[in-house]
């Protein structure tokens, strides 16, 4: 895992020690409100709808024990004993005190986090594959990346005040697990005859979705900081600060055409290669070192008998994965229970999942951007123990990829942006599917859920998206189907008119039961069904055309 | 501001500085938390209180202060301030 260099310490330190004045000003009235919000934005700090609300960072998803304890800690001591992890690796917590938040930024420094770059219009929190360095057919580990475009990110005085936020992601394989098509920038691991990256720009999702439009089909490793620096001063120089609606590089993108805005880059590009240091070989082998794999031993038996247990298999079936390293294998903790919303985890189970990552993982977790935990490196014959301790803390929950795994944004029950609730939704389609026991026949499905058109719940990406709406002070349901943030990336459908809150749940059945009926075999996704039939038989299905 | 209401029946809301803390204008007590106490404001009496809570934030004690329209009975009308009026955790979703 990465650790802090004394530069990275004292940039945290500092940071913390100038927010704690200004909120120390604030409270004496020094400041106000209208000077105050721009500054606790910068330190992630909002406020929602009950109470503030404090995003703190997982840079690209890692996440150590020790850091995972302090989560726990600081849940219990300063919030209502839980934590939300939200849909670009970090955690928010719901309930925290103005006058604790210089004590929280001092605590999660002490364990190498902060909340900086989780706000403001800046460049966030960069995200990765939560499977970075696990699996043999990657080309290259992404993390390395994401901590070098992070340093050379955080605070970088020409991005701090961009036109609007600005979201990177990056990947090492070709099956694309971090949603790089609905980034701002996303990056690809690509081997040619030496190892680079192809860059797409100008994804996002919001009231304007957009899919990313490849933007360099080769940026060599020593050129990539030099290459987003043109993407970033073109993007500063000519996206909207006029309008927050079209502020974002996507609607830059769009309204130039990609041509143009290449030609742009690339000229830019031309001239910052001449004046700019490239990325030196021996600083990337530097930060490559922290990522390094840990000691993996040689492990026997690869094939154990494990007890009958039909609770167990089920969760091997869908939970775990194949490590690149022979002997072990990835385990994916699913954060959607029936108990709890998607994604929040209360601190009792905080620290039970960190005593488990150290005793059988290193100390390693990592956090999707699905609202999962990975505990990457599972011994084998440890699993049966590891599911045993899981389900004792309500983490065993056998459905990752299916359709109760969905995501889902904190809606109106927390967030002051919200048009109506999405939790219950999700909760709700829990319970009934799960009850009627259809989510194993059915396979892997994505189902998302956002609370408002800002789609931070990913609807226009889910196979099935569910976007809460206002109508008239009732809630309202708009359903969109055939959407993907993998590598064939396409934003979904709105089917007709939207469904109130007690008919939604039957139209998702009625959907799926479509798709049952006309899929040609089990192995034909829920995507490849829509390509094939319409929407045509689920419109059916779902209204009265008479 | 007022031109968008459509109640006749209001209260101030806010959030606490400190503690963010959901609080409702009273006029004996203040900011309070509790929403019974929270005086109603009648349509034609708006202005007054606008400056009243102006005068408020200046003292330094709340932020995002609005009015929340409650109908003839009394009641929270918009969903979204009925889930901020009753506040809200985790266990809440159990078994929606």
């Known amino acids: 895992m990465y650790r802090y260099d004394e530069f990275d310490s004292k940039l945290v330190i500092n940071r913390v020690k100038q927010f704690t004045k200004q909120i120390k000003r604030r409270i004496s009235g020094d400041l106000t409100e209208d000077e105050f919000k721009p500054l606790r934005l910068m330190n992630g700090l909002y406020l929602q709808l009950h109470a503030y609300m ?160 490849k933007i360099s089909d080769f940026v060599s490793k020593k050129n990539l900081l030099t290459y987003l620096e043109a993407i970033l001063n073109i993007y500063n120089s000519l996206g909207r600060r006029d309008n927050i609606y079209k502020a974002r590089i996507k609607i830059l993108v769009n309204e130039l055409g990609i041509e143009h805005f290449k030609k742009l880059v690339e000229d830019r590009f031309k001239l910052l290669k001449q004046k700019k240091t490239a990325l030196k070989g021996i600083e990337i082998d530097k930060i490559k070192n922290y990522f390094k794999l840990p000691s993996l031993e040689t492990v026997g038996k690869i094939n154990p008998e494990f007890p009958k247990n039909p609770n167990f298999e089920k969760w091997l079936k869908f939970n775990t994965l194949n490590h690149k390293v022979k002997g072990y294998k990835i385990v994916l903790v699913s954060l959607k229970s029936k108990n709890y919303p998607p994604g929040d985890m209360d601190y009792k189970q905080m620290i039970h999942l960190a005593e488990l990552a150290e005793k059988y993982s290193f100390g390693e977790i990592r956090v999707t951007h699905e609202q999962n935990l990975v505990i ?93 709406l206002d109508k008239n002070g009732q809630e309202f349901y708009q359903i969109t189907l055939g959407g993907s943030s993998k590598e064939n990336a396409s934003i979904g459908k709105i089917i007709g008119s939207s469904f109130s809150s007690s008919e939604i749940i039957p139209a998702i059945d009625k959907i799926l039961d479509v798709y049952l009926e006309k899929r040609d075999n089990k192995n034909q996704t829920f995507i490849q069904t829509l390509e094939q039939i319409g929407l045509k038989p689920f419109q059916e299905a779902l209204y009265d055309n008479n | 501001m007022a031109k968008k209401l459509k109640a006749n029946i209001f209260v101030y809301s806010a959030n606490d500085l400190i503690s963010g803390d959901v609080v409702f204008y009273s006029e004996q007590n203040g900011w309070v938390r509790d929403f019974i106490s929270a005086k109603r404001i009648m349509k034609e009496e708006l202005e007054k209180f606008q400056e009243k809570v102006s005068a408020e934030l200046k003292q330094n004690n709340i932020i995002n202060p609005y009015l929340v329209e409650l109908d003839d009975d009394g009641k929270i009308t918009k969903l979204r301030e009925r889930i901020r009026f009753k506040g809200i955790n985790i266990k809440d979703f159990k078994n929606v």
């Open chain 1, 54 to 213: 404090l995003r703190v960072a997982i840079p690209y998803g890692e996440l150590s024990s020790k850091q995972l304890k302090m989560l726990a800690y600081i849940s219990k001591k300063y919030d209502r004993g839980y934590g939300h992890f939200t849909t670009r690796q970090n955690i928010q917590f719901n309930w925290p005190k103005l006058i604790d938040i210089p004590k929280i930024l001092r605590n999660l420094a002490k364990v190498e986090m902060h909340a900086i770059q989780t706000s403001g219009n800046c460049i966030r929190n960069v995200t990765a594959d939560h499977l970075a360095g696990l699996l043999p057919e990657e080309i290259e580990d992404p993390r390395p990346w994401c901590e070098i475009i992070r340093k050379w990110s955080t605070f970088h005085p020409e991005f701090s005040f961009l036109p609007r936020k600005f979201k990177i992601a990056v990947i090492g394989c070709n099956e694309d697990r971090a949603g790089i098509l609905v980034h701002d920038i996303g990056i690809k691991i690509i081997k040619r005859k030496e190892i680079g990256f192809q860059i797409f720009v100008g994804g996002g999702q919001g009231r304007s979705p957009f899919i990313a439009k």
């Open chain 1, 376 to 468: 990457p490196h599972i011994k084998i014959t440890d699993l049966f123990e590891v599911w045993k301790i899981l389900d004792s803390i309500t983490l065993a929950t056998p459905n990752i990829g299916l359709l109760t795994d969905s995501i889902c944004c904190p809606g109106m029950d927390y967030c002051a942006l919200a048009t109506a609730r999405s939790i219950p939704i999700a909760q709700k389609i829990t319970n009934f599917f799960e009850a009627k026991k259809k989510q194993d026949e059915i396979g892997p499905l994505k189902i998302k859920i956002s609370g408002c058109i800002n789609a931070c719940g990913h609807h226009h990406v889910g196979n099935i998206g569910i976007l809460g």
